[in-house]
């Protein structure tokens, strides 16, 4: 536990310290905002600061904090060091410069942020990355909660039949105008994930578990994989996340005042951390008592057994259904968001106008579809959903070593001296992950390589073409 309350702290530390250094780095002044200056009603609404940080912390959430956390628990404390450090020094960062960067350019979408710094070929690529992502996120972001919805409800409403409800409200959500679902039940939707978080919070100091500590090793390791890339990769949400590039835009068009970015963004990162920080020790106790293999099915436990049955178990009944409904509100709040940032990244590519409610329709259908069949496949075989769901982790961290890249450009071109640096080391360490992930993952090329080699030879290469192009300027 000492291990684990040191994380704690160094985490809220990290906001406090290193997020004012960041801040300081973006210079926030008292200039019009997107929201005011581009309202239309529809995407670029204002809104109170307080709602802005719960809806962007709701949208980054997701399951990443929770079933991210867990999965990556299954590697000893190393996991209490990544999400720690990744959060402070990368994900934090990495979600501020996302939104700040859109705000000082009217709000664009993250693809417009990669073709302004990283130029149109680059753009392209991460075009079609993003959009992927985000069909990846609408698909792999429902069956988890319908399943737990379908045990909670009569035999008639099955998990096919809330797959089905959950993506009717996606629509409908994406087709409204911000302020009108979004704005207004998300907040509390985030208030009974951070309910969920402190609760079991409470019950760990109450419980105080011979958790392994730091100077003991890694602690206690399950998975069998290598620490590098695979724990980088599992625990993505909850350290650093490319979805969350795509979402801070979509919540940049909201924000009143620029010097709100700090606690929105940089906060609801810091927050999410402690979350998956909670869900790490929370799970590590878990698995301590009952090892990775569920006795009775003779299976190993999921991401969302162990979620359910900590709620159940720790938190009581009442507790138990208010943090089961908290699990089941994040996914679906980050499938719904992905869909409508996918709807805005396609009207911005084909300059489509979206105050008519029938051009929104027009891209929605569509990328509603797609998505639909990915669930599809995902349930038509056995493997599908964890096919999909690797490819989706994979996916989400090499958009987030697009957009390092991107905010290192940024910082190297509009900032003095050696401010780049604050992105420049998470872009080249994110890069030798990715990389590294690819090339020896079963879903990837599966090469009997020495990962260190191929993903430190990688970022290697994207550092000299860096200073070349910066010499050259």
Known sequence: MITFIISLSILILGYIFYGKFVNRIFAPDDRITPAISQHDGVDFVALPSWKVFMIQFLNIAGLGPIFGAIMGSQFGTASYLWIVFGTIFGGAMHDFFAATISIRNGGESLTQTIRRYLGKYVNWVMLALTVVLML?????????????????TPDWMNAYFWMIVIFI????????????????IYPLFAIALLFMAVGIL?????????????????????????????????????????????????????LKSEKMCRPVFYGAMVTEGIVALIW???A?????????????????????????RISKEWLG????????????AAPITSGD??????????????????????????????ISLIAMGLLIFSLSDANGFKIIWRYFAWTNQTLAVFTLWAITVFLARERKGFTYLISLLPALFMTAVSSAYICIAPE??????????????????????????????
């Open 202 to 254: 409470v019950v760990l100091f109450v419980k105080w578990p011979a958790l392994p500590e730091i100077w003991n090793g890694w602690g206690i390791k399950h998975d069998p994989a290598p620490i590098f890339p695979m724990m980088f990769i599992s625990i993505a949400c909850g350290a650093i996340s490319g979805f969350h590039a795509t979402q801070s835009p979509l919540m940049a068009r909201c």
């Open 444 to 473: 990837g090329f599966g090469l009997n390589v020495n990962p260190f080699l191929v993903g430190g030879s990688c970022a290697l290469i994207l550092l000299i073409l860096f200073v070349v192009k910066q010499r050259g300027k």
């Open 136 to 152: 990846l996120v609408t698909a792999v972001f429902v069956s988890g909660p319908a399943e737990i919805l379908a045990t909670l």
């Open 280 to 282: 790490a020790a929370a």
């Open 284 to 308: 590590t106790c878990f698995f301590q008592q009952n090892g990775i293999v569920d006795a009775a099915s003779g299976k190993a436990f999921s991401g969302a057994m162990v979620a359910t």
């Open 317 to 328: 009944a009442v507790g138990g259904v208010l943090a089961i409904l908290g699990i089941v």
């Open 169 to 184: 409200y996606y629509i409908l959500a994406t087709l409204l105008p911000i302020d009108k679902i979004i704005g207004r």
């Open 337 to 366: 968001t992905a869909l409508r940032s996918c709807r805005l990244i396609l009207a911005d590519l084909f300059h489509i106008d979206q105050k008519k409610v029938g051009k929104r329709l027009l891209i929605t259908l569509p």
